[in-house]
């Protein structure tokens, strides 16, 4: 059982945000937005969850092509109510369409539970969402 923080931060950890938040320039004419960095798994949540807000505040659309993908999903959303007692009540999933709509305040579950499963392919569909959002692991 995985038992979380209040949500202080150490100045270390407020140090690390500070310079997880510096911009990076603009590539082939894209408007310029602030890029995030954080090590492989340590995007805090409250950065994915404000992001997801701020960019997709009517749901994350994805249209999954890839049998593989659509199984990670699958894991991650089946696993139901989990220990942090949150599961997928409000987001739509359609395996015939491959399409999904995940809502706002379920994207930190998927994430988390895409990073929890532990497969290359689980990690790589994680990496290429927070991507989308403006954030990068390394």
């Known amino acids: 059982m995985k ?3 209040v949500r202080t931060q150490s100045k270390g950890a407020q140090r690390r945000m500070a310079a997880a938040e510096a911009q990076t320039p603009p590539v082939d ?4 937005e602030r ?16 992001r997801t807000l701020e960019q997709t ?6 249209h999954i092509r890839s049998q593989n993908e659509w199984g ?3 894991k ?4 139901g109510i ?6 997928f009540t409000q987001s739509t999933f359609d395996s015939k369409t491959g399409k999904c709509l995940i809502h706002p305040k379920e994207m930190t579950t998927l994430l988390r539970r895409l990073y929890e499963i532990g497969n290359d392919e689980a990690w790589e569909l994680r990496s290429s969402i927070l991507e989308t959002l403006g954030v990068e692991e390394v």
Do not use: C, W
């Open 35 to 50: 890029r995030l960095t954080f090590s492989f798994g340590e995007t805090p949540e409250n950065v994915i969850r404000e």
């Open 82 to 87: 989990d220990s942090h007692l949150e599961g």
């Open 29 to 32: 004419g894209e408007k310029a």
């Open 76 to 79: 991650a959303v089946n696993q």
């Open 72 to 74: 990670e999903i699958a």
């Open 57 to 62: 505040p009517t749901g994350y659309p994805m």
């Open 3 to 5: 038992i979380t923080p």
